[in-house]
């Protein structure tokens, strides 16, 4: 019985940390803005990861190593701070979302580990959070520009709950990036790509998908096309034809093939205005990746001058950093000739080379053991370990474009399932060894009656 609870209180640790920050996110987008909802759901996430710590225990694979890197790269952001002459206050800005990531990690290691019921429970509640984001970012567009649900609660900010929607000079005047529950459209494409990944994946690496999981992959493309986010449809497309070059099979074929099917359907719903304008713009991440990428060589130049050794400090160019006398990255870099909208160049302005190397390898190391369990392991479990891989690649490389890694929900979003997949192969090497050491007991068929006949047989 006690251990009956102790699976029941760890489930809904996992559950209130999937669902808990986009709660808040919803909360200070259209109830009352205060980051106090951040700090609630920071705090609350890491309670629960300390409790399943003390209830579990401390020994678990891959934290450790986690744990040298996140203290190696705290110490050095410390000391550039020291260095720099700022704020040292700045450290808890920038340690927040990897702390936060940390503790999401232990979460969702140890509910992989113990519940055999994982991916159904996992599914279930990323669903739910799917919808909701997609039904009111529906509603906004529905609703218009200048409709109050689009209207940020920012005193001064005005009507700006929104992006422009627009590629190689096509625009149609009705059509923009809602936000959905967030402050930013960047943020609401970044989580469609996390979405995205996760739905589209399982449904076309598992055996038999239900009806919902293929509704919800479709839900999932459909968020990202709204988002209007080029590099999320890019990165969705590398994942699925990598997960088909290494795994396809006539069934996995299929499926795709009825997926962008039902896609090509539902585009016929829409104007031919609109149709041009969606396959212009995301056609043109393709197009342009290279080019923006290569258009901020100059910035790596200035950037690494500037900052050889040390940087201003961990936090001082993270949002909300402005709180003790921080700053945007490029805006506080183009007095210097710099710039760009790059998570690289910021983690180097904020640490130096070194700390750059390091946040490098951290993030290496969760694609280069995600991956590798990807080759290992069995049919049913390979979806979870490539949406690991490919969402930590994927920012790995968005972040040469994009501040990715200022988004602390891409961060969680990467520790989480690092924990996921960590967690599954602990326990599939758990039943392996239990397998191996339980005896098959089988009865001959013309044995006597009662007399069992012990058949050890290995497991693979």
Not at 375 to 383: E, F, K, Q, T, V
């Amino acid at each position: 019985m006690l251990n009956l609870r102790k699976r029941d209180v760890l489930t809904w640790c996992f559950i209130v940390t999937l669902v808990i920050h986009f709660i808040a996110e919803a909360i200070r987008r259209f109830y009352y803005y205060s980051n106090g909802f951040y700090l609630a759901a920071d705090l609350l996430v890491i309670t629960m990861s300390l409790c399943i710590l003390i209830m579990y225990g401390y020994r678990r694979p891959a934290l450790g190593t986690l744990l040298i890197f996140l203290t190696i790269y705290f110490w050095w952001g410390l000391l550039s701070l020291v260095v720099s002459g700022n704020d040292l206050r700045l450290i808890a800005i920038g340690a927040r979302p990897l702390i936060v990531a940390l503790a999401a990690f232990i979460v969702a290691e140890s509910f992989f580990r113990l519940q055999r019921d994982s991916f159904r429970i996992i599914l279930k509640w990323l669903g739910i959070a799917l919808l909701a984001i997609l039904l009111v970012a529906l509603v906004q567009l529905q609703a218009g520009v200048g409709a109050p649900i689009n209207r940020l609660p920012v005193e001064g900010a005005g009507y700006h709950g929104m992006g422009h929607y627009s590629a190689g000079g096509i625009v149609v005047d009705w059509v923009f990036r809602p936000t959905s529950i967030f402050m930013h459209t960047g943020r609401l494409g970044q989580i469609s790509y996390y979405f995205s990944l996760i739905f589209c994946l399982s449904a076309i690496l598992m055996e038999t998908p239900s009806a919902r999981l293929r509704f919800l992959a479709f839900a999932s493309v459909l968020l990202v096309v709204i988002s209007g986010q080029r590099a999320a449809g890019v990165f969705l497309v590398a994942s699925i034809l990598i997960a088909l070059i290494m795994f396809a099979t006539k069934r996995t074929t299929f499926r795709l093939l009825i997926g962008v099917l039902a896609v090509v359907v539902l585009s016929l719903v829409f104007s031919e205005g609109v149709r041009e304008l969606i396959l212009a713009r995301f056609s043109s991440g393709f197009i342009q990746a290279f080019d923006r990428a290569g258009a901020m060589t100059r910035y790596w130049y200035v950037s690494f001058a500037r900052y050889p050794l040390f940087g201003e400090g961990v936090g001082f160019f993270s949002f909300g950093g402005n709180i003790f006398g921080g700053s945007i990255y490029y805006e506080y870099m183009r007095a210097f000739g710099g710039g760009g909208e790059n998570s690289w160049l910021r983690i180097q302005g904020e640490s130096g080379i070194p700390g750059l190397l390091i946040f490098f390898s951290l993030i290496f190391y969760v694609f280069s053991c995600s991956f590798k369990r990807v080759l290992y392991s069995r049919a049913s479990d390979r979806w979870i370990h490539l949406s690991c891989a490919s969402y930590a690649a994927g920012s790995m490389a968005w972040a040469f474009t994009h501040d990715v890694y200022s988004n602390y929900l891409y961060i969680v979003g990467i520790f989480l399932l690092f924990g996921a997949s960590t967690g599954l192969a602990g326990r599939r090497m758990s039943e392996r060894m239990q397998c191996q050491h339980t005896p098959n007991v089988t009865e001959q068929p013309n044995s006597r009656p009662g007399v069992k006949i012990l058949n050890v047989r290995p497991s693979y």
